[in-house]
């Protein structure tokens, strides 16, 4: 039995970004995959005085048409900057010294290649958070590149040798379970449970970045949470 699971790279996503991970063998993060200005790929949310609110890797100019491995870093970008907006946020967290380490090390991290800084920021924070999950990048694998959607997930699922294919909820309707069943996958999906916590005694904010969790719960707490607290549907 090989669970796959296949995702975009994304910038300190969300919990369930990483119960994912851990519900999964290998883990294939697109490169070869079109940037898209309005999710995720360069920016998520923090809490700021009870609020969400953005942090964000400024990019290079580049064509709409490009990858997320063609895309780079503005060269103006200031980790030192990034890095004090966070500390301003979570200075008073009860998880923020040791965590603080962490974002030093994302956010200074040399690569100005915008695939490479952000597999470079998951790969870190999964060995933070002793997640032993394979991580592999989808250019890698002999397939047609062409291929788009389902056809492509269905393509690398077949040549990572993958028995259960696993996604997030939120692509329940994208793709066939059939499709899946007549390659021999079984199709899966993680639903995560509700994790609340306590933020600086204020309504609580959820599904912030990961870098939230980590400032206010241990990390035996954070770790616990994203190997159990979700559900495969």
């Not at 970004?17 to 998520?44: E, M, S």
């Not at 449970?193 to 969790?213: A, C, M, N, T």
């Not at 206010?216 to 994203?226: H, K």
Request: hydrophobic share 45%.
């Amino acid at each position: 039995m090989r669970r796959v699971a296949i995702m975009q790279p994304y910038f300190m996503p969300y919990i369930g970004y990483f119960q994912l991970i851990a519900a999964v063998d290998l883990f294939i993060v697109y490169d070869n995959v079109k940037y898209t200005k309005k999710g995720w790929i360069n920016r998520n949310r923090i809490l700021c005085d009870g609020h969400e609110a953005l942090i964000s890797l400024p990019l290079k100019a580049g064509a709409d048409s490009l990858h997320v491995h063609e895309r780079q870093l503005a060269a103006d970008f200031d980790a030192r900057k990034l890095v004090r907006q966070i500390t301003g946020a979570y200075r008073s967290a009860p998880g923020f010294e040791e965590t603080l380490p962490l974002v030093e090390r994302i956010c200074g991290h040399a690569d100005r290649n915008l695939f490479g800084f952000l597999h470079h920021s998951i790969v870190a924070t999964c060995r933070h958070l002793g997640l032993c999950t394979e991580v592999a990048v989808s250019s890698a694998f002999a397939i047609d590149h062409g291929l788009k959607a389902q056809d492509k997930v269905l393509a690398l699922c077949q040549a990572a040798g993958a028995t259960t294919y696993v996604n997030a909820i939120g692509g329940t309707e994208l793709y066939s379970p059939d499709a899946f069943r007549d390659r021999g996958i079984d199709l899966r999906f993680i639903k995560s449970r509700p994790f609340e916590y306590h933020q600086f005694g204020k309504d609580f904010v959820p599904w912030l970045s990961i870098l939230d969790v980590m400032m206010f719960n241990p990390r035996d707490a954070v770790v616990a949470a994203i190997r159990g607290n979700f559900d495969l549907v």
